[in-house]
């Protein structure tokens, strides 16, 4: 470096010799001392003058590494400040709640105060929270008012260096207001709109310390960082809530149309339990066996009469399960058994359309803990649908057998198949096939949803192969099997009620539909009783107390006095309280039957019922009549 002034270049080179520039630099200094002092320059005075020059720089050096480190200091509480109140804020859909924490978190790190305001749909500015640092006396005062409820501070974003008796009276809505806010004067303050897309829910207010520095950007950067995460998380809220309503509403609707199907379901099995009796009469009537056809147009209504029930049966069910109102036993029972009883109940329909039905059943008994009526519902429902789907001339093939844990039944057709785009669908509710089998063959789409449904409750599997269109296909269920194959519990299963001659009983029937009355009472009459009967149940409890019946069936909803209501009163009156009573239900679930049997009755039948069930409960009854009744 090359300098004219030898003083000055004394004081350089003495730096360099301090910055440790070696003995060059102090060669330089002694040099330039020389000259100094050759040229007469006051060289002791100029040498404090640059050294004191050096000071200087040295210090304001310090002060600039000072302010950084205080600045990545205060970057890093930020940062840690936002990280906290995000965790805070994404913790939960309470959005009010997460706001109210976060507004504790920001005191006293960056505010003594911070108010919380929100907008509410008609305008009008509520105060959430206020967080105060200290708990001093103005703290306290200061808790109790909604101090920053105006509209335009909510809506508005700033920082303010000083809260001014000016900017008091600006935002006070009146003088009272003024004065309270006028007790923060002097603090400096900051406001953070929280704003989604435009909407402004609300504002955060910090108010710092009064011996506080004031805000400044950065810190109303800060402020609008976080109040932009609080807006995300109110928004994130108000859609869950609506998604939430919205399900809420689903589900109601959904259950409403479940009761819609159960009553309905209900209601239409009263009608049919008479068409489906009289065709079974008209059958067995000499007049009517004489025409074949009129035999084939009778058979063609009690066909389809069977079909309208199963379908009304399916409605039922489904509501049912889907309420979760169905409940199933859990008894051991024989997988063969019911396998055998399913295939004789498609026997004929698989005959006339000219189908061969093979079947291998398991070596031993295949048991599993269960319903019997409902795995048999599961079984009937895949044969059905294999008869069904089957062109005539083809092949029917069920097999039942163990495999590891499990019973494993399979039915396979050579039908018309499945699309592999419908495979994964087949087991949701009113799920069908293509349109054209819509127009002849009957059927909801319930059937499988139901069998999958209750599968399911037997803690089992079922699904469906088929390697397309025209191939067949294949069903499988999977279900547990019983620990330990119990005799005891074989001997139980599917344990059907023989019928037999039970005598002539005098029997009271007690039925509103005077259609079914007279279809049972023929019926019952034709089994060999002497029927008396009521609609109504005030007038077959006068009936019971004048004729002592020797059994009572009665049906259970009914005007007036009901079934329940019936039978409580008889079991209630000495000399009636013996008779066997059998209950009439049009719902049939689990828990109807319970409540007929708590209620008092002794069986429980459900509609539409036909007449060698009644007769094996009629049988049932009257042999082992329970004592003391
Ligand atoms: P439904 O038979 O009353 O329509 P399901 O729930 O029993 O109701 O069956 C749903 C659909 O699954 C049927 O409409 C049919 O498209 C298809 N499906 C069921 N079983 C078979 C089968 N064995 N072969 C071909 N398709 C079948």
């Known amino acids: 470096m090359i300098v004219n002034n030898p003083a000055a270049e004394f004081g350089a080179a003495m730096r360099d010799y301090l910055d440790g520039k070696g003995d060059d630099a102090l060669h330089r200094a002694s040099e330039a001392a020389r000259r100094a002092l050759a040229e007469g320059t006051p060289l002791v005075e100029r040498v404090e003058q640059e050294l004191i020059a050096a000071r200087r720089l040295i210090e304001e050096e310090r002060r600039r590494y000072q302010i950084l480190d205080q600045a990545k200091t205060q970057a890093a509480r930020r940062f840690e400040f936002l990280a906290e109140a995000s965790n805070v804020l994404v913790s939960s859909f309470d959005a009010p709640a ?28 509520h105060q959430l929270e206020v967080a105060h640092a200290y708990d001093n006396e103005l703290a306290r005062h200061l808790r109790k008012y909604s101090l920053f ?39 400096s303050a900051m406001v953070a709109p929280l704003r989604i897309r435009e909407r402004v829910l609300g504002s955060i207010t910090l108010v710092a310390a009064a011996s506080a520095p004031p ?8 402020a609008e960082d976080l109040a932009k995460r609080c807006a995300l998380a109110l928004e994130n809220s108000r859609l869950y809530r609506e998604v939430i309503a919205e399900r809420d509403r689903a589900e109601r609707a959904s259950r409403g149309k479940d009761e819609f199907l159960a009553i309905l379901s209900h209601e239409l099995r009263n009608p049919l339990m008479p068409v489906i009796g009289w065709t079974r009469l008209l059958l067995n009537h000499s007049l009517i066996a004489q025409d074949p056809v009129l035999v ?7 066909r389809n009469a069977r079909i309208l029930g199963r379908l009304v049966g399916d409605c039922l069910d489904l509501a049912r399960i889907s309420e979760g109102r169905i ?10 058994q019911i396998m055998v009883a399913s295939i004789d109940a498609v026997g004929a329909t698989a005959k006339e359309k000219s189908l061969t039905i093979e079947y291998d059943l398991a070596p031993d008994a295949l048991l599993v803990l269960g319903d019997a009526m409902r795995l048999e519902q599961v079984i009937m429902n895949l044969l059905v649908n294999a008869v069904k789907y089957t062109d005539s001339g083809g092949k029917v093939r069920v097999s039942c057998r163990q495999y590891d844990l499990t019973a494993e039944v399979e039915v396979t057709d050579t039908g018309i198949g499945i699309h592999p785009a419908f495979l994964e669908h087949i087991f949701e509710p009113f799920r069908r096939g293509s349109g054209s089998w819509l127009t002849h063959q009957s059927g909801l789409g319930l059937g499988l949803a139901i069998a999958r449904r209750i599968v399911e409750m037997h803690g089992g599997k079922i ?19 019983a620990a330990l194959a119990s005799n005891e519990g074989a001997r139980e299963l599917g ?87 059998i209950a009439l239900t049009g719902f049939g679930a689990k828990a109807d039957f319970d409540r007929a049997m708590a209620a008092g009755f002794d069986a429980c039948i459900s509609k539409p019922a036909e007449p060698h069930d009644i007769s094996a409960l009629i049988k049932k009854l009257t042999e082992h009549q329970p004592e003391g009744k």
């Open 495 to 581: 344990h059907t009620l023989e019928q037999g001659d039970v005598g002539h009983l005098k029997i009271l029937l007690i039925e509103d539909s005077e259609d079914i009355v007279f279809l049972l009472r023929i019926e019952l009459e034709t089994m060999g009783h002497s029927v008396i009967t009521a609609t109504d149940g005030s007038t077959g409890l006068a009936l019971a107390k004048s004729n002592r019946p020797d059994l009572i069936i009665s049906d259970i909803k009914m005007p007036g006095l009901n079934g329940y209501e019936l039978i409580r009163e008889i079991r209630g009156i000495p000399e009636l309280r013996g008779i066997p009573a």
């Open 327 to 336: 409940q199933m036993e859990r008894r051991p029972v024989d997988l063969n």
């Open 296 to 302: 084939e147009g009778v058979r063609s209504m009690e």
């Open 149 to 187: 409820r105006s509209k335009a501070i909510v809506e508005s974003a700033g920082v303010t260096a000083q809260i001014t008796p000016e900017w008091c009276d600006a935002i006070a809505e009146n003088e009272q207001h003024a004065e309270l806010l006028r007790n923060l004067c002097g603090h």
């Open 215 to 222: 805000y400044s950007t950065s810190d109303l950067a800060l």
């Open 98 to 125: 997460s706001l109210i924490a976060v507004a504790r978190l920001a005191v006293p790190r960056f505010a003594e105060w911070c108010f919380v305001n929100l907008l509410e749909d008609d305008g009008y500015v």
């Open 463 to 481: 699904w469906a192969e088929s390697k397309g269109v025209d191939q067949g296909s294949t069903f499988r269920v999977r279900l547990p099997m």
